[in-house]
């Protein structure tokens, strides 16, 4: 497979609880971004990584959201003590070294905090 | 504050028609302008881009214009089907320094009626 993959692809939790998701880029993509989508929205920027190092964070991301992608591959998106406002599409995409302003976006992994 | 303006939020057109997506931006140092196509339950694809140095690009039936003097870029897509319903999102970059973060419009969905 060579396209950006998620998982989990849908996740339901109870507030208060702790969830992590995972992204594997396409294979030889360097930089890696996490966005947030809610229903009738654009993806949002949240943080974004070239190879281990994350470079940048949005302030959308609180101290309850903690990223790593701690061999440049694959990376993990974990939200503490979820709330209800947490609900959305997460979306993770991938771009080359050689063409960097192009993102290939996963599938997705829709949370529900109820 | 969104940085980038899309309009209709949703179009209703019957097949074979023209389907037209208008976006404005207020920040000149955008230089790269992709189209993304999202279905339901999935994640953005990329559908077409441009850059400011061109006035318009052509790919099948979906065509992007863009006026630099006037900030706005447009998605024109052509003989429509019913497959092309889906929501459409415009996007900008600043490649030089925003480090690959996308500032995407708000979505228009469209509907192609047979």
């Known amino acids: 497979d060579t396209g950006v993959s998620q998982d989990p692809r849908h996740k339901i939790t109870k507030r208060g609880q702790n969830v992590t998701f995972r992204c594997d880029p396409i294979s030889e993509h360097n930089r890696l971004y996490w966005y947030r989508q809610t229903l009738g929205q654009g993806p949002e920027f949240l943080t974004y990584f070239q190879n281990e190092a994350q470079l940048e964070k949005s302030r959308l991301l609180s101290d309850r959201f903690s990223a790593e992608r701690p061999k440049g591959s694959f990376s993990t998106l974990e939200i503490q003590r979820t709330e209800q406002g947490d609900s959305a599409m997460y979306l993770c995409a991938s771009s080359h070294p050689g063409q960097q302003e192009t993102q290939y976006f996963g599938p997705g992994t829709r949370l529900l905090v109820l | ?114």
């Open chain 2, 1 to 114: 504050q969104q940085q980038v303006k899309q309009s209709p939020q949703s179009l209703i057109v019957q097949k074979g028609g023209i389907s037209i997506i208008n976006c404005a931006y207020e920040n000149t140092a955008f230089d790269y302008f992709p189209w993304y196509q999202q279905f339901p339950g999935k994640g953005p694809a990329l559908l077409i881009a441009i850059r400011p140095d061109v006035s318009e690009k052509k790919e099948g039936r979906f065509t992007i214009s863009f006026n630099k003097s006037a900030k706005q870029f447009s998605l024109h897509i052509m003989d429509s089907q019913p497959g092309d319903s889906a929501t459409y999102f415009c996007a900008a970059i600043s490649t030089p320094d925003s480090w690959g973060k996308l500032q995407f419009g708000a979505g228009t969905q469209v509907v192609v009626t047979p």
